[in-house]
């Protein structure tokens, strides 16, 4: 007797805007408790990356203590290391080797995400304001190659500047980008089809 394969649950990896935007009840703030309810529901699961470590060393005291506190009250699978980089990394367990495939994924997300100035091969190290605005927007690069790297299915954020670009993120990459309300939308359908296939 065959029994019927369990659904699949989908690896939503949690952009840090969208933790900012539930923390501060912005835009989309709703969608994010109701994705993280759904995914407390098990029907998902909700990972970051090892970046939004770095983006909450930049955000100072308050703001950090309040996201840590938001992220400790959801259900957080985890942090996804993101890829070790000879000009970025620290060598503190938050990043990793990658292979091959996720170094070229890695290229392809700077040349759409950074303007040429930002990009490596491009940077002027002499320059420190530069190399700010460079590690604050690498981030984004981190963020969105562990989601690759680990494989997951739905990268979620709320930042206009990936979602202006995800149709060519996902040309290239593979990546599959969702504003919050999308990706609740992404589970309610998988739950249909669930539904429909018993």
Partial sequence: MNCPAAPTVLRFTLDTSCVIHAVSEQRYAADVEELADLCGQGRGELWLTTAFDEDQERAGG????????????????????????????????????????????????????????????????????????????????QHLAAHFYHGHDVFVTSDDGMLKKRDELRRRTGILINNPAEAVLHIRKSMREARATK
């Fill in 62 to 141: 308050k703001r950090r203590a309040v996201n840590l506190r938001w992220i400790s009250e959801r259900p957080v699978m985890g942090r996804l290391p993101q890829p070790l980089r000879a000009d970025y990394s620290t060598l503190d367990g938050r990043s990793i080797l990658i292979d091959d495939r996720t170094h070229d994924a890695c290229r392809a997300i700077e040349e759409i995400l950074l303007p040429p100035g930002l990009r490596v091969g491009g940077l002027d190290a002499s320059n420190s304001q530069l190399m700010d605005r460079w590690r604050k927007r690498i981030r984004d690069v």
